[in-house]
């Protein structure tokens, strides 16, 4: 890959990938006739500089944006609702995400709720809430900052209640972006920590959907590519990053996120409850519980994690060599393998398996999961 150079390309969102990328944003507004754009990112983003870089350029091109960053690192429902009144308030033309998962994600939902005026979760896709978008979406844009949940190429947002923190996942065709300016640059200056946690979220997403119950040789494809991608950059990216591992990275997010259309499995919905109960990043909830639930999933999968370890470039292609390069991985970039290290005890995992056992991701797993198997990993970790 030349890191010089800009690339074009859709599947199907149409995408604009390469360092400098995000400069072209003012131009690509104008030239849809677009000059009032809502900002959501999150608050942490809004004060970086690169961050203001984008809206200095945008307000030099004679546009008008309005920033929103209200956003939970966890995205509630109130927090769609507020964007939603500021987008009204703006007259805004079209809605630009900026970010990880929570800014893309709020974007999203706010572009589905711009027009769309039911209640936000009665488009629960879960309870059929799909067939209520019938309004159009405003014209949608995503740019990444990390390389982990791939979000700029999804079609859905997983917003939580603001009171039980049950997670709810929004879905529609029409909410795919119409552009996304992928600029490994925006990445350069993440701290470790960050890449880290992102870098094994998107791994997560990769394996989770090449182990993923259905058919889908595409996804599968796709997702065994992005381990490759992601196997071989994440450790250079966290500790000595480099213009080539930040790129690549990039791309092993954006495979992931295409993959796991075919669906996740148990990894997900352990992470899940971790940040619902305790907020905690949901990079890092992955990251930790990933062994122990691709362990789970070995028995009938023998043949997958083959495959997998032949896209680590592993010399011991077993699933005990997959569990062990993933440990080995975690260590190198410095994530701790237990939940204790976090501030979690026993006294969590009824709760937690509570949730883990409704969430909406292992259903698609390859082997099904009862609630004492949750119960059961989640006492292994702490």
Do not use: W
């Amino acid at each position: 890959m030349d890191t010089s150079q800009i690339y074009s390309f859709s599947f199907p969102t149409d995408v604009r990938f390469g360092a400098g990328a995000v400069k072209e944003l003012s131009a690509y507004l104008k030239s849809h006739n677009l000059s009032a754009p809502l900002i959501a990112t999150d608050a942490n983003v809004a004060d970086l500089d690169f961050f203001k870089s984008i809206i200095e350029n945008l307000k030099h091109a004679n546009l008008n944006p309005t920033i929103f960053s209200e956003i939970h690192p966890n995205p509630v429902k109130s927090d769609v609702t507020l964007g939603i009144e500021r987008y009204e308030a703006a007259s805004c033309d079209s809605i630009i995400g900026i970010g990880g998962g929570a800014g893309m994600d709020v974007a999203r939902a706010i572009a589905l709720g711009a027009n769309n005026k039911r209640d936000l979760f009665d488009y629960d896709d879960l309870i059929g809430g799909d067939k209520y978008v019938t309004e159009p979406i405003p014209h949608f844009i995503t740019i990444p900052t990390t390389a982990g949940t791939g979000s700029e190429v999804g079609r859905s947002a997983i917003i939580s209640e603001d009171e039980t923190k049950k997670k709810r996942i929004l879905f529609h065709p029409t909410l795919l972006a119409k552009m996304v300016f992928a600029d490994p640059e925006l990445t350069y200056e993440l701290p470790a920590k960050i890449t880290a946690a992102t870098g094994m979220d998107a791994l997560t997403h990769n394996m989770e959907a090449y182990l993923a119950k259905g058919f889908n040789p595409l996804c599968d494809g796709i997702a065994l590519e992005g381990i490759r991608l992601i196997k071989a950059s994440l450790e250079t990216a966290t500790n000595k990053p480099d213009e080539d591992s930040r790129a690549k990275m990039l791309i092993g997010s954006l495979m992931g996120a295409i993959a796991f259309q075919k669906g996740l499995g148990i990894v997900h919905s352990l992470a899940h409850p971790l940040s619902s109960l305790v907020d905690m990043h949901h990079g890092l909830a992955n990251a930790i519980s990933i062994s122990k639930g691709l362990e789970f999933n070995i028995p009938g999968q023998e043949q997958k994690f083959s495959k997998i370890a032949q896209a680590m470039d592993l010399k011991d292609q077993s699933p005990t060599g997959v569990i062990n390069a993933l440990n080995e991985l975690r260590s190198a970039v410095n994530i701790p393998d237990n939940l204790g290290s976090q501030g979690l005890t026993k006294e969590h995992i009824e709760e937690l398996s509570d949730l883990a056992i409704k969430d909406f991701c292992h259903p698609s797993n390859p082997i099904g999961v009862k609630r004492e198997d949750f119960k059961r990993i989640y006492e292994s970790l702490i």
